[in-house]
């Protein structure tokens, strides 16, 4: 099985494809249930969304055979990210590869690095300690890079 991680900001001949994963990950009621927004928005309004942010959006996109199967993005403005697998490919390690990816990036562009991390949600809190992110603040905020340190 072929596996490759693209780094990528959205643009006129991606924004299709990525407002579309972005869309179907959105609704997702385990992507939901961390949102701080539970609209449900409609394809339309995501890529109108991704249009209006692409300057600040990077994805580093999990493709596995030949298809995006999960993604991170992070925010360059907020400094937050949110981790994407489909169900059919987690618990294989494309969490770790992804959020790996995204610290490397994170450490060559010196960029600050902010997880929420549900505290019901034990794979991700597993997850982030094995990156040594630090809790920050409420039991929610983890951080790493951050230039404050």
């Not at 400094?79 to 994407?84: D, E, G, K, Q, V």
Request: glycine share 2%; charged share 30%.
């Amino acid at each position: 099985m072929i596996t490759q991680i693209l780094v990528t900001k959205i643009n006129k001949n991606n924004i299709n494809k990525i407002a579309r994963i972005y869309y179907f990950a959105r609704k997702q009621p385990d992507v939901l249930k961390i949102q701080r927004n539970k609209k449900i928005y409609t394809l339309k309004d995501i890529k109108k969304w991704s249009l209006y942010n692409k300057k600040n959006i990077i994805f580093f996109l999990l493709i596995i055979k030949l298809k995006i199967q999960g993604f991170i993005y992070y925010n360059l403005k907020s400094t937050r990210y949110l981790i994407y697998i489909k169900k059919k490919f987690r618990n294989k390690g494309y969490s770790s590869m992804l959020l790996k990816k995204l610290i490397n990036y994170g450490k060559r562009k010196n960029l600050k690095i902010t997880a929420d991390v549900d505290i019901k949600n034990i794979k991700s809190l597993i997850l982030h300690k094995k990156f040594k992110f630090k809790k920050k603040g409420e039991f929610r905020i983890y951080t790493l890079l951050d230039k404050k340190n």
